[in-house]
C-alpha cells in the first residue's frame, strides 16, 4: 500500500486557527474520504498512489498485514502512519471497507451462472436445469421439510403450514391449528423439520417466535399491533386429517427472557441419531450471547423428546438453559451435518462483514461479539478484534456479507461429483455456494447459481435433487442433472 505523504497528511495540517477534525466520531466511510480518498481515490481504483481494490498488496495481503499497514505506515513510501490518530477499532473498520469494495471489484469481473427454468447451466464439476417446485400461492416461505411419501412441507413466515402434495400441487389450505406465532420483525414461523423415524412416530418438530403483544397504546398511533415480546421456541406435533395434533413442548425459554426486538431468531433444526440441534439466535442483544445463563446466541443439543443428555457440557449448572450445547453466536440460520462423519457446521449472519462457517463442538465460545471479522452497519467500529484465546475461529468467513441462510451437504446421487460438498445460501447476494470441505478447510468454493432471488433455504432432497427456497419472488425450485 504506497501513499504520498503531503497528500495524505493535508488533512490534518492546520493552521492554529483551524479544528482537528475529530475522527473517532465518524464513520469508516467518512474517515476514508477524509485520510485515504485523496491518494487512493474514492472508488479505491487508486491515483496518485496504489488500487486497492485489485488484489495486489506490496506489504502482505491478510486483515492483519493490511492493518499494520494503517497503523504504522511507511515514510519512505509515503504511507502516513495512523497510529495514535485512529483507534485499533477504526483501523479494523478500514480493513473491512477495503475488503468489502474489493470483493464487489473482483465480483464485478466474473460471470456468475444466472440460470432460467429449463435452461443449461454449466458449473465446474455438473451441470443442471431448475425445475419449478412451487411456483405461486406462497408468501415468504421460510424452510421445507420431506415426508416418505413423497409430500413436502414448507412454512410461511407469518404463521402457516403448507403442504406440498406429491404431484407437485400446493394444496390451498394451511394445515389448521398450528401453535400461534409472533410475527414481529425477522421472526414468525420458521423452520420445520420431519422426524427421521416418521413413518413410526408421526412427528414434526417447528421452530417459531413464540410470545405475547401488549395492548396497542392508543396514545401512539405508530402502535397498532401493542410491544411484542419474543424468543425462538421448538415444539413438535403431528399432522392429522390436515389438523396439528398431539403438540408437546421440546424447548422455551424463561419468559423474562422474551424481548422486543425484531431481529436474530437464528433457528434451524438438525436430528442425529436420537439427538435434537436446534439454534436461538442472540435477539440483538450482542453481549447477551457471551452469558451462560441468558438463553441467547446459543446451539442447543437435546435428545428429541425435549430432555436433556447428562454428557451435555453444562448439564446441571444452575442458571444455565436447558440443552445448551455452544454459545458465542449472532444469528446462524443454516446447520447441518457432513455425511462423512457426523461433524456439525453452521453458518451464522455477521454484522456488516464477517459472515461464518462454524464448526460447532460442546462447549465452545464462538466469540460473538468480542471478536468478529464485520462491523456494525452504519460504518462504526464494533471490536478491533478477530482472535482471543478461548474463542473459535470460523472455519471461512465473508466479507461482503454474503446473509448466509439455509445449509445443506448434498448426499443424493444424482449430482455425483457433488457429493458430499456443502452449499451455503445466501439472502443479500442471492446465491448459492458450493464448497467442499477437507480438515475443516475449504479447499473449493464456486457461486453456482446467482440472482435468481433470495435464498432463504437449501435442503438436499431424499430425491437426490437439490431444493432451494426462494423469497422475492417465492417460490420453491430444485436443480435436476441436465440430462434428465
Not at 282 to 299: F, H, S, T, V, Y
Request: proline letters at 6%; a negative charge.
Amino acid at each position: 500500500m504506497k501513499r504520498i505523504l503531503p497528500l495524505l497528511l493535508a488533512p490534518i495540517i492546520c493552521s492554529a486557527k483551524d479544528e482537528v477534525p475529530d475522527y473517532k466520531t465518524m464513520n469508516v466511510s467518512e474517515v476514508f474520504m477524509n485520510l485515504c480518498a485523496g491518494c487512493h481515490g474514492k472508488d479505491m481504483t487508486g491515483g496518485q498512489g496504489t488500487s486497492l481494490v485489485d488484489g495486489e498488496w506490496d506489504h502482505g495481503d491478510t486483515d492483519n498485514a493490511i492493518f499494520q499497514t494503517i497503523l504504522k505506515g511507511n515514510l519512505e513510501l509515503g504511507m502516513t502512519p495512523w497510529e495514535g490518530i485512529l483507534t485499533d477499532k477504526q483501523i479494523r473498520s478500514l480493513v473491512i471497507l477495503i475488503r468489502e469494495k474489493e470483493k464487489e471489484a473482483i465480483a464485478n469481473g466474473i460471470n456468475f451462472p444466472e440460470p432460467e427454468v429449463g435452461k443449461l447451466v454449466e458449473t465446474e464439476l455438473e451441470n443442471y436445469q431448475i425445475e419449478m417446485v412451487v411456483d405461486e400461492g406462497l408468501k415468504i416461505p421460510w424452510s421445507i421439510s420431506f415426508l416418505p411419501d413423497g409430500r413436502k412441507l414448507v412454512t410461511e413466515k407469518e404463521g402457516r403450514l403448507r403442504i406440498v402434495n406429491a404431484d407437485g400441487t400446493l394444496d390451498p389450505q394451511p394445515v389448521a391449528g398450528t401453535p400461534e406465532v409472533i410475527v414481529h420483525g425477522q421472526g414468525g414461523l420458521m423452520e420445520v423439520a420431519v422426524h427421521p423415524d416418521y413413518e413410526t412416530n408421526g412427528w414434526i418438530y417447528l421452530a417459531y417466535a413464540d410470545g405475547w403483544r401488549d395492548k396497542p397504546d392508543k396514545n401512539n398511533k405508530k402502535d397498532k399491533k401493542g410491544k411484542a415480546h419474543a424468543i425462538t421456541a421448538i415444539v413438535r406435533g403431528r399432522i392429522k386429517d390436515h389438523q396439528w395434533t398431539d403438540q408437546e413442548e421440546i424447548w422455551k425459554a424463561d419468559k423474562k427472557f422474551y424481548g422486543s426486538s425484531g431481529v436474530h431468531f437464528g433457528t434451524r433444526i438438525v436430528f442425529d441419531k436420537g439427538y435434537l440441534y436446534f439454534i436461538v439466535g442472540e435477539r440483538g442483544g450482542n453481549m447477551e450471547a457471551q452469558d451462560l445463563k441468558n438463553p441467547k446466541g446459543k446451539i442447543y443439543r437435546l435428545f428429541d423428546d425435549g430432555t436433556e443428555p447428562k454428557d451435555n457440557p453444562f448439564y446441571g449448572k444452575s442458571g444455565i438453559a436447558k440443552g445448551t450445547w455452544t454459545y458465542g453466536h449472532r444469528n446462524p440460520q443454516g446447520m447441518d451435518l457432513d455425511p462423512r462423519d457426523g461433524s456439525l457446521y453452521a453458518t451464522e449472519h455477521g454484522p456488516r462483514g464477517g459472515d461464518e462457517l462454524n464448526w460447532i463442538r460442546p462447549g465452545l465460545n464462538y466469540g460473538w461479539p468480542v471478536i468478529t471479522y464485520g462491523m456494525n452497519y452504519n460504518g462504526t467500529p464494533l471490536s478491533d478484534l478477530t482472535t482471543k484465546e478461548g474463542m473459535e475461529q470460523p472455519v471461512i468467513h465473508w466479507t461482503p456479507s454474503i446473509a448466509a441462510c439455509g445449509l445443506a451437504f448434498y448426499s443424493g446421487d444424482k449430482f455425483p461429483a457433488w457429493e458430499n460438498d456443502l452449499f451455503v445460501g445466501a439472502l443479500k447476494q442471492q446465491e448459492i455456494r458450493r464448497l467442499r470441505i477437507k480438515d475443516r478447510q475449504v479447499m473449493e468454493q464456486e457461486v453456482i447459481l446467482k440472482n435468481i432471488g433470495r435464498i432463504r433455504d437449501v435442503r438436499s432432497g431424499p430425491d437426490g435433487y437439490l431444493y432451494v427456497v426462494l423469497n422475492d419472488p417465492d417460490k420453491v425450485i430444485r436443480l435436476i442433472p441436465a440430462n434428465n
